[in-house]
Every structure is written in structure tokens, then in C-alpha cells.
């Protein structure tokens, strides 16, 4: 069950966890822990690790959210991997604006790699189709893609998910690297964002 999240919430002593209540604005409501986060990018790293053994994939993640979910991914997976990374944007504030700008693709040499695309959060398809149809253009041997966080109720294009970490509800979420306008990315927990 999701509570208001509030400075106790955390349970930190030292301060030094950032508290969402501190800043005002929307309320925050606390979806998934950093411990429930942990256990899937656990397990994703495993399915990854065992489909991968002795290829070498390239894993290529979706700035600007997936930075923190790709940094503890890549730590979890027990192979050889390279990283590199896309900036995609689709967002305007909390409302999708149906416009993928996509910049970085045209410096990585995927010709004849195991890509996996790694993103944040798959809402609408739209960011994820368009980027897979862009890295298979250029030639690699496969092309997977992985999410940590799966939003179904909004999909508007369909895309196959290889490797699904948790499912959302239909809100704007925020923390472990999702932000709302910037804010709130350096959170350890998933929080849903809540208008008062």
C-alpha cells in the first residue's frame, strides 16, 4: 500500500536522504522501495547475464532517466559488457509530446553487436519503437530492449519488451532517476506523483 511520503519515511538519522516532503510542491507517494528496485534489477541482470554469456552485448541506455538503474544493471550482470549511451526526449513537463528527438545514435558502431536498448520507463511505445527501428537500420545482429519500470495502460505503438522490470500505474512517476521538470531524480525510491 503506497503512504504519503514524509522525513520519517526514509528513516534516515544522518539527514542525508533527500525528503520529496521538504519540497514543496505535488505530493509524493511512495510506489516502490529502493530494496523492491534492487531485487528486480537483480534479477534482470541474471536473465541478461545467462542470455548474453560469452557475446559481449552492448548495452546502450536512454538519458537522461536511466542513468541510475543503468549504472546499478551494469554492476548486477555477471559478463562481459560495453556501455555507451542515447539522449531521447518525449517529454514536456508531465505531458508526452508525441515529438522523439533522439541525439548520440549516429557516434556508436553497431554493425554485427548484441544491442540491448536499456530504458527507464516504456509508457507510450513511442521514444522505444523509434529508437529500435533506428538501431536496426544500422545493421546489428540482434537488438533487445529492456525497462525497468512498464506503463501498458498508455501504450499507443506496440513494442516488444524483452526484459520487463515492474508494472505502473497510469501516473507521472518520479525518483531513481525519473524526474518531474528535473526535480527528484536523485530519490532512492519509485514515488507516483499526486496533484492536491
Not at 92 to 101: A, E, F, K, Y
Not at 126 to 153: F, I, K, M, Y
Request: with cysteine; net charge negative; proline share 5%.
Amino acid at each position: 500500500m503506497a503512504v504519503p511520503v514524509n522525513t520519517a519515511s526514509h528513516g534516515s538519522t544522518g539527514g542525508s536522504t533527500p525528503s520529496p516532503a521538504a519540497d514543496a510542491g505535488p505530493n509524493l507517494v511512495l510506489l516502490y522501495s529502493k530494496e523492491t528496485i534492487g531485487r528486480e534489477v537483480g534479477r534482470l541482470a541474471m536473465d541478461i547475464s545467462r542470455d548474453y554469456r560469452g557475446l559481449n552485448p552492448l548495452l546502450i541506455g536512454v538519458l537522461n532517466g536511466v542513468f541510475i538503474f543503468m549504472a546499478d544493471l551494469v554492476r548486477a550482470i555477471d559478463i562481459a559488457v560495453e556501455v555507451d549511451f542515447i539522449r531521447a526526449q518525449s517529454y514536456l513537463s508531465t505531458n508526452s509530446t508525441g515529438d522523439v528527438q533522439v541525439s548520440g545514435v549516429e557516434r556508436i558502431n553497431v554493425r554485427g553487436r548484441h544491442v540491448v536498448l536499456v530504458d527507464d520507463i516504456i509508457d507510450t511505445g513511442q521514444t522505444s519503437a523509434h529508437l529500435l527501428e533506428v538501431l536496426r537500420h544500422e545493421g546489428p545482429e540482434s537488438v533487445a530492449l529492456c525497462c525497468l519500470l512498464d506503463n501498458p495502460t498508455r501504450r499507443t505503438v506496440d513494442v516488444d519488451i524483452d526484459y520487463r522490470g515492474l508494472t505502473i500505474p497510469n501516473k507521472f512517476i518520479v525518483g531513481y532517476g525519473l524526474d518531474l521538470d528535473q526535480r527528484w531524480r536523485n530519490l532512492p525510491d519509485i514515488y507516483t506523483v499526486e496533484r492536491s
